[in-house]
């Protein structure tokens, strides 16, 4: 309430005030060290400025003194209220300068200064000066006096009335922020996923608003127990003078009153106040929490408003974030063995990598050997049981710093120091058997291991590392470890992924296409063939060479589709081409001796040259040497079978495999290819010219047609015509290309 200090001058009597503070809460008296309200005068008359100070001498309100500020204009009380911040009041002369320059101050604050909070109360000579109604709402004034009015005792009345309206507004403005503060803290918490956290920021966001330090505890029902008041609050975060009660039971270690508070928080489900401490409850949902503070002052009503809607947006905001920590655990944790899972073991070494940089550590898979067999004779409880005792195992067995995951069903996942992970203490603890419900068993864990010096990339590269070490760890048999090495990943990783991409595009016939290349006789420039070769572009928007996939697809079988399916697309442009007038075109398609081995293979090419409804003498597969070394009946009996038709044979890349005279015999051929490799150094290197001069005359000898593949310049195709290969295929003519600019090819070719 408004004090007087001694020995200042009280014409009236105070007790007229008394009526008037009945929210004695809102401010307590402090002695005059608090900061004071600053008050602007602002008249034209010196004779007021003088009378003002006078009269409000030695006045505090609600315990602080005010410092009066004086302006004499309007334009002078502009410029203190931009530079002077925290004016609670502004008394201003309606008439100055013009009979509405406060007016048009008061505009000038609350529009262009935006100052809000400011109380104004309006002063005037003259009776009929007074504002309309209108704008005294409009502009926010809090009062209206003329100046015969504003005795001494009305000046202070006022002026407490004002001022009180300035704190409230001032402190609700700040509650406000709080609260903006507070939504946006409530979508950041949803980032920290940790009601530890969340606890923390609570107490830090209480103390801010009531301009205090920071004294309180959060407290949270344990999980699981049915009734929190007698199972006791665990305290979840504590702050100031209640810092060492973290993590301690609230029964135990609570103050007397901050129990009866919590107490009765927690039976109400609402905000309860005491003189100078609140609690206000969090949960409500799946788990009860409440927060306890200290103010060290008694709690004005306003802010046991603020506060209690406080508490009320806090409460949503603490049950996500307790949801979402429980959540976490079963997306992080395995329940089984409450060792984090996979994801969060990958999370955990990415970011240790990312702290570290580097640095000697190592990850490894620990696989129980043959778990799944232990499982199914004795059952899942069995197989759990073991899985807990093994994890226990290898705790104990990895050094320190190691830390540790469930990554699978039967696997664990370790990373740490190099050296705290050692196969040979891992080896040594799972020498004595496991006792599991009745049963002695003989357990053993192989181990796959990765250097993190040994690895691009992340986590993930890491395991992925690992597992192919523990792969060759399992090749090894029994409780072997291994360590990854590069050559591991180079061809078992690139071949994992290709396989899986190469597949999809065969299912879906995706980024796969055939393109063409011409063979010309050199002698009498006719286009008189076209090899087929497949073309195929990853997901990656990549090239992928036939050299690479080619073999793949032919080790897991796949060539036999994509076989078909090349020969399909061929002879479809086969029979479009002879429809256009090339009718002389021989096309030439690859056939890997994998695709002899399907039962069906000819009989499906014979329906395919059907359907095209091309002659089979126009087809030539080529095929390699080695097609004659296959044992089976079955590739003779195609051979045979495709012969008949009329499909003739061309021997790719001759003279590479050197058996290759003595196999000749058994193909069926009706020609040779000279591999690239002679036809490159044909020119330079004698010996070279001196194979392609045999391969020539062999087929010659054998009335066999030849063809120089990978004719690159003008002087290999001379020496080549000079040795008597008329057939050239190479870039020198053409490189392959797609069906357009095949045909765009050879419309150019006819235009010469
Ligand atoms: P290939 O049968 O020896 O095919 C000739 C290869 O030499 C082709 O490579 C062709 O693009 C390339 N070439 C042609 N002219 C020149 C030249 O002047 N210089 C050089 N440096 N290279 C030239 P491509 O298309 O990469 O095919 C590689 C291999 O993949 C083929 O060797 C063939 O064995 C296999 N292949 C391609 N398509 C198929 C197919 O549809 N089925 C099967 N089974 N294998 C195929
Ligand atoms: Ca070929
Ligand atoms: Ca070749």
Avoid at 182 to 190: G, I
Avoid at 543 to 568: K, S
Avoid at 717 to 735: F, I, K, N, P, T
Wanted: aromatic share 6%; with cysteine; hydrophobic share 45%.
């Amino acid at each position: 309430m408004p004090t007087r200090r001694a020995g200042s001058e009280t014409p009236d009597d105070p007790f007229l005030f008394a009526d008037e503070s009945d929210d004695s809460q809102l401010g307590n008296v402090r002695g005059s060290t608090a900061p004071p309200w600053r008050v602007l005068i602002t008249d034209d008359d010196e004779e007021v400025h003088r009378a003002t100070a006078f009269a409000l001498r030695g006045v505090e309100v609600d315990g602080r003194p005010l410092e009066l500020l004086h302006a004499h204009s309007a334009i002078e009380a502009e410029s203190v209220l931009r530079s002077v911040p925290g004016v609670a009041v502004a008394m201003l002369d309606v008439v100055m300068e013009t009979p509405h320059a406060g007016l048009g101050l008061v505009e000038t604050i609350r529009d262009q200064i935006g100052l809000r909070t400011l109380r104004i109360v309006l002063r005037t000579g003259q009776p009929g000066y007074a504002p309309e109604l209108e704008v005294i709402r409009r502009y926010d004034i809090n009062d209206y006096r003329t100046k015969s009015e504003l005795t001494q005792t009305r000046l202070i009345t006022t002026l407490t009335a004002a001022i009180r309206a300035y704190a409230q507004l001032e402190s609700i403005e700040a509650s406000n922020r709080g609260l903006a503060d507070v939504a946006h803290s409530a979508n950041s918490l949803f980032r920290i996923r940790s009601a530890r956290e969340y606890a923390r920021s609570l107490l830090e966001r209480i103390a801010q608003m009531m301009g205090v330090t920071a004294h309180g505890v959060v407290c949270v029902e344990p999980p699981s127990t049915p009734d929190p008041i007698d199972a006791g609050l665990q305290v979840l975060h504590a702050a100031g003078r209640f810092a060492p009660l973290i993590g301690a039971s609230l029964d135990k270690v609570g103050e007397g009153e901050m129990q009866r508070v919590v107490r009765r928080c927690l039976a109400a489900k609402t905000c309860v106040f005491d003189d100078a401490t609140f609690a206000m409850c969090l949960g409500g949902g799946t788990r009860d929490a409440v927060a306890y503070f200290d103010v060290g002052r008694p709690i004005t009503e306003l802010e046991k408003r603020l506060l209690s809607l406080f508490a009320a947006s806090l409460a949503v905001g603490f049950e996500n974030v307790d949801l979402i920590e429980r959540l976490d655990f079963f997306a992080f944790f395995d329940p089984l063995t409450h060792l984090p899972n996979r994801t969060r073991f990958l999370a955990d070494v990415d970011q240790d990598l990312f702290a570290r940089q580097g640095g000697q550590r190592c990850l490894a898979i620990a696989d129980v050997v043959r778990f799944s067999d232990i499982n199914d004779a004795l059952g899942h409880r069995c197989g759990d049981t073991l899985l807990i005792a093994v994890a226990k195992r290898l705790r104990a067995a990895a050094g320190s710093g190691v830390t540790m995951a469930r990554i699978a069903g039967d696997a664990f996942g370790l990373y740490g120091p190099e050296g705290a992970i050692d196969p040979t203490a891992i080896r040594r603890a799972f020498e004595a058997p496991f006792f599991v419900h009745g049963h002695a068993l003989a357990v053993q864990v192989r181990l796959g291991i990765v250097r993190v010096a040994d690895t691009k990339g992340g986590a993930v590269e890491l395991l992925r590392n690992a597992n192919l070490a523990l792969n060759q760890a399992r090749m090894a048999g029994g409780g072997a470890h291994s360590m990854f090495s590069r050559e591991m990943s180079d061809d078992v990783q690139t071949r994992v992924s290709l396989l899986h991409s190469l597949r999809a595009a065969i299912d879906f016939r995706r980024g796969l296409s055939v393109n063409y290349q011409p063979q010309v006789n050199a002698t009498t420039g006719e286009l008189v063939g076209v090899e087929a070769l497949l073309r195929w572009r990853n997901d990656y928007g990549e090239m992928v060479t036939p050299d690479r996939f080619i073999p793949l697809a032919e080790r897991t079988g796949m060539i036999h589709e994509l076989g078909l399916w090349v020969i399909e697309m061929a002879l479809d442009r086969l029979a479009a081409w002879r429809r256009l007038g090339l009718d002389k075109l021989d096309l030439s398609i690859n056939i890997s001796p994998v695709q002899f081995r399907a039962e069906d293979f000819s009989r499906r090419v014979r329906q395919m040259i059907a359907y095209a409804d091309v002659p089979a003498e126009r087809l030539v597969f080529e095929i390699t040497e080695s097609v004659g070394l296959e044992d089976h009946d079955m590739v003779l009996g195609h051979l045979n079978e495709l012969r008949e038709m009329g499909v003739r044979f061309a021997v790719d890349d001759f003279g590479t495999g050197f058996s290759s005279l003595s196999q000749l015999a058994r193909l069926p051929a009706t020609c040779l290819k000279i591999d690239r490799s002679f036809v490159q150094s044909v020119v330079g290197d004698p010996a070279d010219r001196a194979i392609a001069a045999t391969i020539i005359s062999l087929a010659r000898n054998r009335s066999l047609g030849v063809v120089a593949e990978g004719v690159e310049t003008e002087e290999q195709q001379q020496v080549l015509l000079d040795l008597g290969c008329e057939v050239m295929q190479g870039y020198y003519l053409a490189r392959p290309m797609t069906v357009e600019q095949f045909d765009e090819w050879v419309k150019g070719r006819s235009a010469q």
